[in-house]
């Protein structure tokens, strides 16, 4: 299958997977990605938590924790990439109704990305989609596949721009497409409440875990655009992408220094992110 | 493939779908259903069309239709039947921006549903939903592959009951898991607007069309629940179901008598419809 280096159903090698599974019929399932460097799995405890906490949320029984972990070691063969992970909703009946709360595992491996360190270390351009993110508290923080919104605000970004920061109906900035938003203001890191939309990724959670064990003071609220416009520093995170400063939003620039952003990176220690010091 | 009487994958006989499908991994896609009885698809010409044009409000490149009109020839040789017919944004790529506005078609013919006329007649009970359908003006109306508040709302009915009635966020009823909502006040027709969330049917279309041409007044708006609660008359309309009259809602029953809803099933001659007169 063009595009992956290996999937895997249920621990066995597939091309295709059952045409009447709910994951694809309703998006009954969760997913989450993960950077393989190295032969590692770059927070894989974490992450398999959250998939489990976010199954959960769905009313999805995981399988053992002991097979998941075998599926990344059987992934982990491949050195280098990025492993998508995904337990759907078992069950081929038509109808929304739940037929059972056991799930299928699904594991994907894909090449490596070619992005190199070039955007942890310069920062990038975003736009501020004109998308709205929906608000359903049901939902939220929760990495299912159910991602239209993040389809429509992906299309159609003018050259030079890497990503779209997406806002509530509320007019407050969330989430970029594929990454959590953070910035900081006189020395305190914000990052946008996930409990109405928005997808609580394991690399957010790491640093608001890192940051306060490292005395910066965090907190997690929804603001304005104002605030966001206003900060000194802003950036996104990722678990492909660690940490990826924000350099302008449309017109906006931020500061070329970065105090605070360069020490969480220099504490995320991602691998996308550990660059020459000297260019720091 | 179990549940299923046939499945075929961009017109080929297949049991299963490439593993990289963007319908499975983002809900990048619109479906419709449509019932198959004695040989013929009902209302196939309008639901083609709303599937047309779901898939041009997503940025999908539809396969010319007389391609999906012969999908559906291939499906009606089964004689009776539920037909689920659904277009996929086509790239296998990782990542939310479409490489491609083209469609895979994904066609799969279930066995005819159990449920007889006796709905038809009697009505059915359906609880208020705790669910709260997110307001997305982006995706309202569409019958796209994001389903998961449907999943959560069809979870945990009472025995006896056939339906949850959804609201919006501000309060107001929209429609049931899997039909679209009316009610009768003086002989004036109400159904919620779906500019905000909802699923366009096409039979709450053809609904809307017959009444107009026999002269009952139609009034599309969004309501509180208190104008659905005091209404002479409700009903639940659905290209498998035709129409289901509501017996009650919750604790809340509505008379027996039907004038309006009894005359729109005449006239939408729907075969789940078509009871003896004397049932009437």
Redesign the interface.
């Known amino acids: ?4 280096l290996a ?1 895997r ?1 249920n621990g066995q090698p ?15 399932g969760v ?1 989450r990605t993960l950077l393989l460097h190295d032969g590692a799995m770059v927070a894989a405890d974490a992450q398999l938590d959250r998939l489990l906490a976010d199954a959960a949320a ?2 999805i029984a995981a399988p053992p924790l002991a097979r998941l972990q075998a599926e990344l070691v059987a992934a982990a063969c491949f050195g280098n990439g ?1 492993v ?1 992970l995904l337990l ?1 909703r078992a069950g ?7 037929e059972t709360d056991a799930a299928d595992c ?1 594991l ?1 491996v ?1 090449p490596p990305s070619a992005r190199g360190s070039a955007a942890a270390i310069e920062g990038i351009k975003a736009i501020r989609s004109p ?2 993110l ?3 508290p ?2 939220a923080g929760i990495k ?12 159609d ?1 003018p050259a030079g721009v890497d990503e779209a920061i997406l806002g509530d ?1 509320r007019g407050q900035p969330v989430c970029a ?2 990454a959590n938003l953070f910035w900081v203001r006189h020395g305190v890191l914000h990052t946008p409440a996930l409990d109405r939309c928005g997808v609580a990724g394991v690399t957010r959670s790491r640093l608001l875990a890192l940051a306060a064990a490292a005395d910066i003071e965090c907190r997690i609220g929804s603001q304005p655009w104002s605030a966001l416009l206003a900060a000194d520093e802003a950036f996104l995170s990722g678990s492909l992408i660690g940490i990826w400063p924000l350099r302008a939003i449309d017109g906006h620039c931020y500061e070329a220094a970065r105090p605070v952003t360069r020490r969480l990176q220099g504490l995320l220690a991602h691998p996308s992110d550990v660059v020459p010091l000297n260019a720091r």
């Open positions: 299958m063009s595009g992956a999937i159903w597939v091309a295709q997977i059952p045409a009447l599974s709910r994951g694809l019929h309703y998006g009954d997913f769905l009313g990025t998508k759907l081929e009946r038509r109808g929304y109704r739940p699904l994907i894909y998308v709205t929906a608000a359903q049901l939902l299912h596949l159910n991602r239209l919104e993040q389809v429509l605000a992906s299309r970004w109906d497409t594929r």
